[in-house]
């Protein structure tokens, strides 16, 4: 069965944001496996709590996130 795990910071994404990544990774999944995967695609955006994750040892938080030059 596939399946994608989103962690993303609490509180940035809408009802409708989180159905599009639902929706847009699944379709992936079919076009990579086929129409068959469709029904088995499993999908979890989980929202991770302000501070409760980290890179290289140093705690990330929204405000620190926001702050990052885009690329």
Request: proline share 4%; hydrophobic share 40%.
């Amino acid at each position: 069965m596939p399946f994608a795990n989103f962690k993303v910071p609490a509180g940035t994404l809408d009802e409708k944001q989180k159905e599009e990544i639902v929706t847009r990774a699944t379709d992936l999944y079919v076009e990579i496996y086929g129409e068959r995967a469709r029904a088995n695609t499993m999908v979890l955006v989980e929202e991770v709590t302000d501070g409760g994750w980290g890179i290289g040892g140093n705690v990330l938080t929204l405000a620190v996130l926001q702050e990052t030059p885009e690329g």
